[in-house]
């Protein structure tokens, strides 16, 4: 099945220069590993790619079940003389949460989304 | 300090922020020091821009708001001020701070750290770290301020004035410096400079840390938005801190509002790197200690980079952009042939130009926005150009859309101004040299 990221986690997008950071961070610490499995510098490249020039790198920080995207823009897409309406990719963050994982249909955090219809745990 | 935490807290975390949670935080926060995050990448260009139109107009514009609202509050508790809203002209900002404190009948000494600003003394054909391409290739630079660090700020903080005001200031360092001063640490214990970092990572964009910029209704709500109360860190003497906020104000302090906030801007966990040290946030452990109180333990410190960053502004032509409406019925298509239109218009006039339509592709692109059909949307188009003519075409074709267009635009808003583009590079360490001045009270005013 496939799960939209937004439904078991959230992101914040930072700024340097020409490349965007954007973190993924499970509600669910559970989810974790299937995100580190699933959600791959290359898928998440090809999901930004209208934007995102890449490569992108994917950093883990298992101490916190957070991953962080480094994403860069083109050379002359800062924020200071980028054309887009969001200079400094800030909404990206939204982007990446539309992508969509497919998971398996076994036990475990793979058998559904925590969040799903009724959202993410509290 | 209370007890044995000591208290610091982020009263602004952009130039643009809010001014009343300062004022709460100083006057019910129980705090020792306070500080004012105002400068970004641009924001020290734009800055140095304005002062070469009008001397004595290179530091923030808020800063006078903001100190206004302060110092009462400042005067009764004793919390100290660091803030590096002192932009492209910190001396003139301690002056003005120094006679705000003075007018409100609340004297108070200013410290202000000089020498970030190293334009005199910056090699022009260093190389941009953005393409490696010698800086002044990238046009005529106005602007070069150094990543000044900790080096800077505890001799201001030395000198005990109760507000130290400073330029490029790299954002941790604005809470680190007061930790270092309150505890005595050891510039050579890395972890602890590690540790220190982080809470100041946390706390410098201010109510991103509290809620703010979190919430997502139906999936993340955060209460009393409005009310958006600023972040506090009880840092030990060991560098472990509680994130929390201030009583009786909205937003939330939890393990969700913290873990984004310090994968914020971060670029290689491994090695966040400040003019301080070097933090491995891989490290970092995270502890729910309570209703809106979260611990924060366990950075690791590596040496510190050998160079300062440079952040240099130099002019990058002019900008134009334009934007009119289109609804009901079939807008998006109208605002699509009105996208045709000033394309051909425009062609060969506007070096670099970009159409969007707001509502459908214009943040994440076409594909994401694949079969969306809004019930109304805007044109946008922007371009730059060397010569100011050709950015104004832009919105003069956007204009003429009013009569020479598809049928219903509405809406029109227009500008034009000069691009100052930023850059980074690296700067020697010892081609920086700073220093403190004290003004206002018994500082002997200069």
């Not at chain 2, 919430?215 to 972040?231: E, F, I, S, T």
């Not at chain 2, 913290?258 to 790197?273: F, G, K, N, S």
């Not at chain 2, 609804?327 to 394309?343: K, N």
């Amino acid at each position: 099945m496939k799960v939209r990221l937004h439904d078991v986690a959230h992101s914040r997008a930072g700024d340097k220069g020409n490349l965007n950071t954007l973190s993924l961070i499970p509600y669910d610490p559970d989810w974790y590993l299937v995100l580190c499995a699933l959600a791959t510098a290359e898928a998440v490249a090809a999901h930004l790619a209208d934007r995102v020039v890449g490569p992108v790198v994917r950093h883990r920080m298992d101490g916190v079940h957070a991953l962080i995207f480094v994403c860069p823009r083109d050379a002359d897409d800062t924020v200071t003389s980028s054309l887009h309406l969001d200079t400094h990719g800030k909404s990206l963050s939204s982007a990446l949460l539309q992508m969509e994982i497919e998971v398996g249909d076994g036990p475990g955090p793979g058998a559904a989304a925590p969040g799903g219809a009724t959202g993410p745990p509290a | 300090m209370t007890a044995t935490r000591f208290r610091i807290g982020c009263g602004a975390g952009f130039a643009a922020d809010r001014v009343q949670p300062a004022a709460d935080l100083v006057e019910r926060g129980g705090l020792d020091a306070i500080a004012l995050e105002c400068l970004g990448e641009r924001t020290v260009a734009l800055a140095h821009l304005r002062r070469l139109r009008d001397p004595g107009a290179g530091f923030d514009p808020m800063l006078a708001k903001r100190l206004t609202a302060l110092v009462g509050p400042m005067s009764r508790t004793g919390t100290r001020l660091i803030t590096n809203a002192g932009a492209a002209d910190p001396m003139a900002a301690g002056r003005m701070a120094a006679d705000i404190a003075a007018a409100a009948g609340a004297p108070m000494r200013v410290a202000v750290v000089l020498g970030d600003d190293v334009l005199d003394r910056l090699d022009p054909d260093a190389a941009a770290w953005e393409d490696g391409r010698p800086l002044e290739a990238h046009g005529e630079l106005v602007s070069a301020n150094a990543y000044i660090g900790v080096d800077a700020l505890l001799p201001a903080l030395g000198t005990g004035a109760q507000m130290v005001v400073t330029g490029r200031l790299a954002d941790p360092s604005l809470f680190l410096g007061p930790m270092m001063h309150a505890y005595d640490w050891d510039p050579a214990d890395l972890d602890l400079l590690a540790r220190g970092t982080v809470v100041g990572h946390l706390l410098e964009c201010a109510g991103q840390v509290t809620g703010g910029y979190f919430a997502d209704p139906g999936v993340k709500p955060v209460p009393g938005l409005a009310d958006l109360g600023y972040p506090i860190a009880e840092v030990a003497p060991d560098g472990s801190a509680v994130i929390t906020k201030l009583p009786g104000t909205g937003g939330l302090v939890d393990r969700r509002t913290v873990v984004e906030q310090l994968t914020y801007e971060v670029i290689d966990p491994r090695a966040y790197l400040t003019p301080d040290v070097s933090a491995d946030m891989t490290a970092v452990r995270i502890a729910e200690l309570g209703a809106d109180r979260v611990g924060v333990s366990g950075a690791k410190g590596a040496e510190r980079p050998a160079e300062l960053k440079v952040s240099v502004g130099h002019r990058a032509g002019f900008r134009g952009e334009a934007e009119l409406g289109y609804a009901g019925r079939g807008a998006a298509d109208r605002a699509r042939l009105a996208a045709e239109i000033v394309g051909a218009r425009l062609e060969g006039v506007v070096p670099r130009l970009r159409i969007d339509v707001i509502g459908v592709d214009s943040l994440h692109g076409a594909t994401l926005s694949e079969g969306v059909e809004p019930y109304e949307c805007r044109l946008r188009v922007a371009g730059t150009a060397p010569d100011r003519a050709a950015a104004e075409a832009v919105a003069e074709e956007v204009s003429a859309l009013y009569t020479a267009g598809p049928a219903g635009g509405g809406g029109l808003r227009t500008s034009v101004g000069e691009v100052i583009g930023v850059l980074s590079a690296g700067i020697p360490r010892e081609a920086v040299e700073t220093r403190v001045e004290v003004v206002g009270a018994t500082g002997g005013a200069q």
